[in-house]
């Protein structure tokens, strides 16, 4: 027989330590309802769903999916399903079952009682590897949050064991009852506790990216797993943590950048994104976010070599809509090129969208290439300003040098002044008019262009 619901839950409002796998190990059924606007004849319908679960190490011995109309619901899929399910996990001495969908917390409980082990949906998938994966203090309040908002609504499903001890609480003020209640107030209070030091931390963050003003600013975004921080490491020659896993990590790191000639900009890892993520950990990342939603440009990286490429670019996209960073120039950037087979879907695209750039994170294959696409996307979209710098100001030419694209630099006859047109965005123009007041500053006429969408149709 199967083990009981809940007996596999962890306590209202807990949180496994970090470094702890909760699935580590144990003989999982991988389950899915397939909705007409997720079937994809070229697809694995679970290929992804594998890949989450191996995060955690669990062990799928099955797989239950079924074509549906729409949710069943009482249990999302049909209720023949729901046997098979059953069977499933009998047969294979079977723990939990992960679930490729958002249940409802009705579907859930209804979902555990009618097979008999802990059921997990995609959300709370994503939260135990987020949890997992959490190694700042603000990462881990991020992910509690999520939980907690998530665990809010499914507190009944989490004492059912309580149920099972008592014989039945449906008296109301019975001690489970109480318990109850009492859980949901202390992770209410638990809640607001954590979007208050949130709310401190999201205003540190907004000091931080406007500390770096005076920078061209570029987030590296893209699909969990695209190579966004060995991108980031080969360009910036830094050393991030890398791991060919889904989030491996959920924090944001700024590098200096060098483009050539000078020009220095700072260059963002973020949180790598994924299809049908939550709204909560949306919402509970921005933070997180703070610096692709501030960011001057977007590097997305796609992995060339994934099939299902196109669908995790339309991800990216709908999760940049949603945290508001959609405006925002960006560069299609597709990695892992060494990687690639000669593909006609690869080629293809590469053709539609002929400004995306190829390159290898791994083998430095195209990386002047992306400098140089960069430095071109600040020249294209940047005003121009003709600045007289004195010779022997030497930190506002170094200003000028570093920060913005120079077009042209001319020392006059009386070597008293170096004649310097350049390119940089609004906001550093400003920061070096606040810095060099006594430095004159003339703005070009008509030189200033829309900025353009790398990779864009």
């Not at 001495?93 to 059921?119: H, K, S, Y």
């Not at 999201?202 to 797993?225: C, H, I, L, P």
């Not at 100001?393 to 350049?422: P, Y």
Request: aromatic share 4%.
């Amino acid at each position: 027989m199967g083990r009981k619901a809940g007996a596999e839950t962890h306590p209202a409002g807990a949180t496994p330590g970090h470094g702890e796998t909760p699935l580590a190990g144990i003989a999982v059924v991988l389950a899915a309802g397939i909705l007409p606007d997720r079937y994809d004849p070229s697809e694995q319908p679970l290929d992804e769903l594998r890949r989450l679960v191996a995060v955690l190490h669990a062990r799928p011995v099955a797989e239950v999916t079924q074509r549906i109309s729409f949710p069943n619901p009482s249990s999302f899929i049909g209720a023949g399903k729901v046997e098979e399910l059953k069977a499933a996990v009998n047969d294979n001495d079977v723990r939990a079952v992960v679930f490729d969908d958002e249940l409802t917390p009705a579907q859930q409980r209804n979902l555990e009682r009618a097979v008999g082990v802990r059921i997990l949906d995609r959300t709370e998938l994503i939260l135990e590897i987020f949890a997992l994966r959490a190694r700042t203090r603000e990462a881990r309040l991020q992910v509690e949050l999520a939980r907690n908002e998530y665990l809010l609504p499914r507190l009944r499903r989490r004492w059912t064991h309580l149920e099972r001890q008592l014989g039945g609480i449906g008296v109301r003020g019975g001690m489970g009852e109480k318990q109850l209640e009492s859980d949901r107030r202390r992770i209410q209070r638990r809640i607001r506790d954590l979007k208050k030091d949130l709310e401190k931390i999201d205003a540190r963050k907004m000091r931080e990216v406007r500390s770096r003003r005076d920078f061209y600013t570029v987030s590296v975004v893209g699909y969990t797993n695209a190579g966004k921080s060995t991108l980031t490491n080969a360009l910036t020659g830094s050393d991030l943590f890398v791991e060919d896993r889904l989030f491996a990590t959920l924090d944001t790191h700024t590098r200096l950048c060098r483009l050539g000639g000078g020009l220095e900009i700072l260059l963002s890892d973020t949180v790598g994104f994924i299809r049908r993520v939550p709204p909560g950990i949306v919402n509970s990342f921005l933070a997180t976010l703070e610096e692709a939603r501030n960011a001057d440009l977007l590097l997305h990286v796609v992995d060339a070599s994934e099939p299902a490429f196109q669908q995790q670019m339309e991800a990216v996209e709908e999760v940049l809509e949603e945290i508001g960073a959609s405006r925002i120039p960006v560069i299609i950037v597709f990695n892992k090129m060494d990687a690639v087979q000669e593909g006609i879907m690869v080629r293809n695209f590469l053709w539609r969208r002929h400004e995306a750039v190829p390159v290898s994170a791994l083998t430095g294959l195209g990386l002047d290439k992306l400098k140089e696409a960069v430095r071109a996307e600040i020249v294209r979209s940047a005003p121009e300003i003709h600045v007289d710098v004195p010779i022997a100001d030497g930190r506002a030419l170094h200003f000028l040098m570093t920060r913005g694209a120079v077009i042209h630099m001319k020392t006059d006859e009386d070597a008293e002044c170096v004649a310097v047109r350049v390119k940089m965005p609004e906001h550093i123009i400003e920061h070096f008019q606040r810095r060099f007041r006594d430095v004159p500053v003339k703005r070009a006429q008509n030189t200033r262009e829309e900025p353009a969408t790398w990779g864009k149709s």
